[in-house]
């Protein structure tokens, strides 16, 4: 289980983040929505200790707030960040071969588990294993994203806007995989700016605006104002 408790993190002097607490349960999908500029992308950077901020982070109840990235990658949280990061020169097949580093060099039976569980989920991949990533579609490079986070064995999965820019068809698809996993007992934190991409099944929802959490809620609570608030960062008035 994830644990984050009163979490500030600090851009130029000013707040990014501003005492932010939730949590992330075992098998559990929570979404996190909100307007540009909310600190989204920097809760998952932090997290992932990319990016150094001061409260509590523990995961399975080990504080996790000062290791390394390597460490907290190590100990089953995988990041799949904004604008995905892959290796453009290389091919499919050694991008996948880098998530899966850890267990190419320790237990090869784990790695060729998750690799067969990647091909199946996204066969596209496995049609283009020695093709380049940067050749990619921008649908192809999410999944290859996607699926090189799964080759570290998860149990934490988190993903930075994995909609941003794809086709619908193309969303509805990877969102049809990613809730599937929780099937696997993979647990999800899922960063979107537009809410209804994760409505439909995620288990809770927190709008996170100027820094804050200002609701945590199942999606069947969030009011009309929590999702104008979670575009725009503000309730529009009617007259």
Request: net charge positive.
């Amino acid at each position: 289980m994830l644990e984050i408790a009163g979490l500030t993190v600090t851009y130029g002097g000013g707040p990014v983040l501003d005492s932010v607490s939730l949590v992330c349960r075992p098998n559990e999908v929570v979404a996190i929505i909100g307007p540009n500029g909310a600190g989204k992308t920097t809760l998952l950077r932090t997290i992932s200790g990319l990016k150094r901020g001061h409260g509590r982070i523990t995961w399975n109840a080990s504080a996790i707030d000062h290791a390394s990235p390597a460490k907290i990658v190590a100990g089953g949280i995988s990041h799949v960040p904004e604008g995905r990061q892959l290796f453009p020169p290389l091919s499919v097949r050694d991008n996948l071969r880098m998530g899966g580093l850890r267990d190419w060099r320790r237990n090869r039976a784990r790695f060729r588990e998750n690799w067969d569980v990647v091909c199946t989920l996204f066969p596209v991949l496995a049609e283009r294993l020695d093709q380049q990533a940067g050749s990619l579609s921008g649908g192809e490079q999410q999944m290859l994203a996607i699926g090189r986070a799964l080759m570290n064995s998860p149990s934490l999965l988190m993903l930075d806007e994995p909609s941003l820019g794809l086709a619908p068809i193309v969303i509805e698809n990877i969102y049809r995989v990613l809730f599937g996993l929780r099937e696997r007992g993979l647990s999800m934190i899922i960063v979107e700016a537009r809410p209804e991409q994760a409505l439909q099944q995620c288990d809770r929802m927190i709008l996170l605006a100027n820094g804050r959490v200002l609701r945590d809620a199942r999606p069947a609570e969030l009011t009309r104002d929590d999702q104008l608030q979670s575009l725009f960062g503000f309730v529009a008035e009617v007259n």
